[in-house]
C-alpha cells in the first residue's frame, strides 16, 4: 500500500512552485522510483505530493546559443541515452545513465531525481562533476545556477531552498569540446544493481599528445561524489601512458573517503577506485588513439 495524504498536480514551473509555497510539508515527485519505494517501505508514510510528471516544459535536451547541452530536470534515462545531442557532445553521460537498473526503470527515472535525492551511488553524478555541470534552480524569486560541486551538500542532502525546484542541468561547451571520457560502475553484478563505486574521466590531449585537462570524479568514495584535485594537477602536460595512469590512480586515493558499508569494506572501496580510475584512463588513451571524442 502507498499511504500517501495528498498529491497536487502541476503543469507548469510556476506552478510547482506557487503549490510548493502552499503546501511547505509537500515534496516533488517526478519519476517516483525513489519517492514511491520510500512511501511504500513507511518511510515517508502520509506524504504530500507535488507531481512534476505533466509539466512538459521540463523535458526534453537542447543545445543553447552559448553551446551549452541543456538537459531539462525531466527527461528520463532512455531519452538522455537516445538522444543525438549527448551522443554527438556528452556520449559518457548516455553511457552512464544507462548502466542504472533495467529498462523499465531507466523509462520512468529522471536525471532531475537521481541529481535531487543526493544518494553517492546515483549513476549520473560523477559524470556530471566530470564535465563540471551547472545545476539550474527556479523558486519563488526566478532562476539561479550553481556548479554542482556545490550543490550536492551531504548524503541525501541538496542546496535547494524550500520554494525551489531544480529546472535543468548544463553542460557547457568548454567543458566537453575535445574531450575523451569514460564511466565506469563497478557493482556486484552486472544488471539491476546499485554501485559499489564508480569513476568517471574527462581527459582533454594538447597537440603534443600531453594531458592538456583532466576531471575526474568518484562516486561511492565519501559522502557526496568527489573530484581528485591533485592527481588532476600531476597529470597535466604529461605523456598518458601506463606508468603514469597507475600513479594517477594511486595518488587520487588519497583525495577519497570511501567507507565499509553492508555492500563492501573501505578496503575493496579502495582497491577498486584505484582500478576503475586506470581503467577509466586506458578506455580514454584507446579511444583518443582511435580519434573518438566524448
Ligand atoms: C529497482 C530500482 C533500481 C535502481 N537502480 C538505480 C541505479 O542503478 N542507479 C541509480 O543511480 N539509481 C537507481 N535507482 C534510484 C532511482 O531510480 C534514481 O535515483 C532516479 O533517477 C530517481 O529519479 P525519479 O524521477 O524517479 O525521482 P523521484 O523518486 O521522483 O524523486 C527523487 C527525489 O528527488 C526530488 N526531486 C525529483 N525531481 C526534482 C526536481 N526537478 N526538483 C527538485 N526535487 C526533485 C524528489 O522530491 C525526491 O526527493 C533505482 C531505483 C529502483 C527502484
Not at 20 to 33: D, L, M, T
Request: net charge negative; hydrophobic share 40%; proline share 3%.
Amino acid at each position: 500500500m502507498y499511504d500517501i495524504k495528498r498529491i497536487y498536480e502541476a503543469y507548469t514551473i510556476d506552478e510547482a512552485i506557487k503549490l510548493k509555497v502552499e503546501n511547505p510539508e509537500a515534496i516533488f515527485i517526478a519519476g517516483g522510483s525513489d519517492v514511491l519505494v520510500k512511501i511504500r517501505e513507511g518511510k515517508m508514510a502520509g506524504q504530500e505530493l507535488i507531481s512534476l510528471q505533466l509539466i512538459d516544459e521540463l523535458r526534453g535536451v537542447s543545445l543553447e546559443e552559448d553551446g551549452s547541452l541543456k538537459i531539462e530536470a525531466l527527461t528520463s534515462f532512455t531519452e538522455i541515452t537516445e538522444n543525438d545531442l549527448v551522443k554527438k557532445y556528452c556520449k559518457t553521460l548516455g553511457e552512464a545513465v544507462d548502466t542504472a537498473g533495467g529498462p523499465q526503470l531507466r523509462n520512468i527515472a529522471t536525471i532531475g531525481g537521481n541529481i535531487c535525492n543526493g544518494a553517492p551511488s546515483a549513476d549520473s553524478a560523477p559524470t556530471l562533476f566530470a564535465f563540471d555541470a551547472i545545476i539550474e534552480i527556479k523558486g519563488e524569486n526566478g532562476y539561479r545556477e550553481i556548479p554542482i560541486k556545490e550543490f550536492y551538500l551531504g548524503i541525501g542532502k541538496v542546496d535547494l531552498k524550500s520554494d525551489e525546484l531544480m529546472t535543468a542541468v548544463k553542460i557547457r561547451r568548454e567543458s566537453y569540446e575535445n574531450y575523451y571520457g569514460h564511466y565506469y560502475k563497478y557493482a556486484m553484478r552486472n544488471a539491476m544493481d546499485i554501485a559499489t563505486s564508480t569513476c568517471s574521466i574527462n581527459v582533454k590531449f594538447s597537440e603534443g599528445n600531453l594531458v592538456e585537462d583532466i576531471r575526474a570524479a568518484y562516486g561511492v568514495a565519501g559522502p557526496v561524489p568527489v573530484r581528485a584535485y591533485k592527481a588532476e594537477e600531476f597529470l597535466k602536460g604529461k605523456e598518458l601512458n601506463e606508468e603514469n595512469i597507475r600513479s594517477f590512480s594511486k595518488l587520487a586515493l588519497d583525495e577519497l573517503k570511501p567507507r565499509d558499508s553492508w555492500r563492501a569494506s573501505k578496503d575493496f572501496r579502495t582497491q577498486i577506485l584505484y582500478e576503475i580510475a586506470a581503467r577509466c584512463l586506458r578506455v580514454i588513451l584507446a579511444e583518443h588513439k582511435g580519434g573518438q571524442n566524448a
